[in-house]
């Protein structure tokens, strides 16, 4: 599987933004999907997750309520759209896919055996 992310970019505090990922190489159906970010000095952290479906959808909790997943199997493209973005959520974020199950939801990396190559966004305030 390989993956490519974009979206990142530049935005103001209280903005939104749209990451999407794009997947090749395996039946995007086939599998579930995550996002996990990076900020400057800190650890990677779970932000979402989706199963292959799209029907399940899981959240960190700094970000419930403010960001959504989902997937378009179609176009073999998972999305992040944040919104009421806060300076703390500036960071590389990472999409991965969790090929050993299509119901999602690991909150740990080392269940995501596929990365991209991150995509960086900063919030200003």
């Known amino acids: 599987v390989q993956l490519q992310a974009s979206g990142g970019g530049l935005v103001q505090a209280g903005g939104s933004l749209r990451l999407s990922c794009a997947a090749s190489?395996?039946?995007?159906?086939?599998?579930?999907m995550g996002w996990f970010r990076r900020a400057p000095g800190k650890e990677r952290e779970f932000v979402a997750a989706?199963?292959?479906?799209?029907?399940?959808?899981y959240y960190a909790d700094s970000v419930k309520g403010r960001f959504t997943i989902s997937r378009d199997n179609a176009k073999n493209t998972v999305y992040l759209q944040m919104n009421s973005l806060k300076p703390e959520d500036a960071a590389l974020y990472y999409c991965?896919?969790?090929?050993?199950?299509?119901?999602?939801?690991?909150?740990?990396?080392?269940?995501?055996?596929?990365w991209g190559q991150g995509t960086y966004f900063t919030v200003s305030s």
């Open positions: 989706i199963s292959w479906s799209g029907g399940t959808t």
């Open positions: 190489g395996r039946t995007f159906g086939s599998y579930a």
């Open positions: 991965a896919a969790d090929i050993r199950t299509i119901f999602g939801g690991s909150w740990y990396g080392h269940d995501y055996n596929y």
